[in-house]
């Protein structure tokens, strides 16, 4: 739905330019689509906008404020704003859009970039599609609407992270019944199946379990680490904190099904890993993971030091 809202946007913004680019004194690129005659924009206003920013030769949309939370801005007469969509701006008015075009390789000239890499590549361009949704003419009211603007974004972002929890939960619940995989839930939502569950001290909160395990990634099986396969360049026991935020939530809750001596696997989804982010290189945004684990040593976590009273003088 989002990408379809960034397309429907672009061509909304793109319809109608058919007149030539106009370049303003610092010669940046652009075409203002003029609105319904909403009132015209000054120094000192705040500013409330929408945007799309993309590279087009390469297709690539690499920010965007549509579905999500819009950009404020103050249109400030004493701030540097040649060779940016501030300069256009101040030729606008609320209810207009514009698209504007920014070369790299003038960017890289002004000092506005460091250097050239990857995505700024030399001869490149990066497009601003902007439209003004509104205009303030104090700080109160800016920040007035803005808080309004960020309770609608924190519950938007809450509903999404509910909604892809939920759906993830469902996927996993699948693949353990599609797999015929005997396996218990934990409270949170990871699962545990139970290969042999040992005979010695329990893993708890308070104790440190000394395990051996490999890491996969769920989707394909792609093993991301491991203390038993030596291409990991780690072969010692690993030591986990339960309890006290020592590993990741699924398998600290995972491991307490257990005690020395046991072995099995734990299943668990992104939300209880490492989340929409991910863990760079190795694990994917998202991605549910599995840990086959052997449970080498359960022992009591060390005491620690009380701290001494300060004495007041």
Do not use: W
């Amino acid at each position: 739905m989002k990408n379809l809202i960034i397309i429907l946007v672009s061509a909304v913004l793109l319809g109608g330019c058919s007149a030539n680019y106009e370049k303003t004194k610092s010669g940046l690129r652009y075409k203002i689509i003029k609105g319904k005659g909403g009132a015209k924009l000054k120094d000192g206003d705040f500013v409330k906008f929408n945007q799309i920013v993309t590279m087009p030769e390469k297709d690539t949309v690499l920010n965007t404020t549509y579905g999500k939370m819009p950009g404020y801005v103050k249109i400030d007469t004493g701030a540097r704003t040649e060779y940016s969509y501030l300069e256009v701006m101040r030729k606008m008015s609320v209810g207009d859009s514009a698209v504007i075009v920014l070369s790299i390789d003038t960017l890289k000239k002004r000092n506005m970039i460091p250097d050239y890499d990857n995505v700024l590549k030399r001869g490149g361009q990066i497009t601003f599609k902007i439209r003004i949704l509104k205009k303030y003419s104090s700080e109160a009211e800016v920040n007035a609407d803005y808080q309004k603007d960020m309770e609608a974004e924190n519950l938007r972002q809450q509903k999404e992270a509910e909604t892809a929890q939920a759906a993830e939960g469902k996927a996993l619940e699948e693949y353990i019944k599609k797999n015929n995989i005997k396996a218990v839930k934990t409270p949170s939502g990871a699962y545990v199946e139970v290969q042999q569950q040992g005979s010695g001290p329990k893993v708890d909160s308070g104790t440190i379990a000394s395990i051996f395990y490999t890491g996969k990634l769920l989707k394909d099986g792609t093993s991301f680490d491991s203390n038993r396969d030596p291409k990991f360049n780690h072969t010692q026991a690993y030591d986990v904190s339960v309890g006290v935020g020592g590993t990741i939530r699924g398998l600290d809750e995972g491991l307490r099904i257990f005690s020395k001596g046991g072995k099995g696997r734990v299943f668990i989804p992104s939300v209880l890993a490492y989340g929409p982010k991910g863990a760079a290189p190795v694990i994917p945004p998202s991605a549910s993971l599995i840990f086959e684990i052997e449970v080498a040593d359960v022992k009591p976590a060390p005491a620690r030091p009380q701290t001494p009273p300060v004495i007041q003088k």
